[in-house]
């Protein structure tokens, strides 16, 4: 594949874009793969230039989540091994699919996945337990395997994980909306 200045001119500020839209609601990955796609990357390639992307990111946001002290460190381990497995699930998962089914499938799922994060990017309707009222193994159980399943998913394909993961986090393990965000970016990092 050759690289050209239209390649350039198409996926810089796209991918710009994408890491200020990551930034400020989650869901830059639904702007950045289809622009890796339209500059003619193998599907399998953007998905894998896209998550490096992400990842460098991620790693940032969530050294500033760790810095500020939002991070639980007592659920992180367990949420760490469960990223790590799903994420590696999904990747080989994505990679044993042909490039032309994938690419359909993409092409499904990425306005499907855009249509849901941009539905759900207010919590307005999510409350948290009061300190106190969940039980801790319960949440741990739930924070581990919102883990898992989400790295499948984000091994797969990826864009929205973050807003999926903070969903999964406040809605059913009941998290306080501060730790649910630490938590995310630790698990992103993972599964990126």
């Known amino acids: 594949m050759e690289l050209q200045l239209l390649h350039f001119l198409i996926v810089c500020p796209l991918v710009f874009l994408a890491g200020f839209v990551d930034a400020v609601a989650g869901g830059g990955g639904l702007i950045s793969l289809p622009a890796y796609m ?12 896209n998550k490096m992307s992400s990842a460098i990111g991620t790693a940032l946001a969530t050294w500033r989540y ?6 639980n460190w007592k659920l992180a381990p367990l949420c760490i091994i469960g990223a790590f497995i799903g994420s590696a699930g999904g990747a080989n998962l994505a990679l044993l699919i042909d490039e032309k089914i994938l690419r359909a499938l993409l092409l499904l799922i990425l306005p499907l996945t855009a249509l849901y994060v941009m539905r759900s990017q207010s919590l307005a309707g999510t409350t948290p337990a009061a300190p106190g009222q969940t039980n801790q193994q319960r949440v741990m159980l739930l924070a581990a395997l919102a883990a898992l399943f989400i790295g499948v998913y984000d091994g797969f394909y990826g864009p929205g994980t973050g807003t999926f993961l903070i969903l999964l986090l406040v809605g059913l393990a009941k998290m306080p909306l501060t730790q649910a965000n630490g938590l995310t970016k630790v698990i992103n990092l993972t599964t990126n």
Request: proline fraction near 6%; glycine fraction near 12%; include cysteine.
């Open 38 to 49: 339209m500059c003619g990357l193998p599907v399998h390639m953007a998905i894998a230039t």
């Open 66 to 71: 760790a810095a500020n002290g939002f991070i």
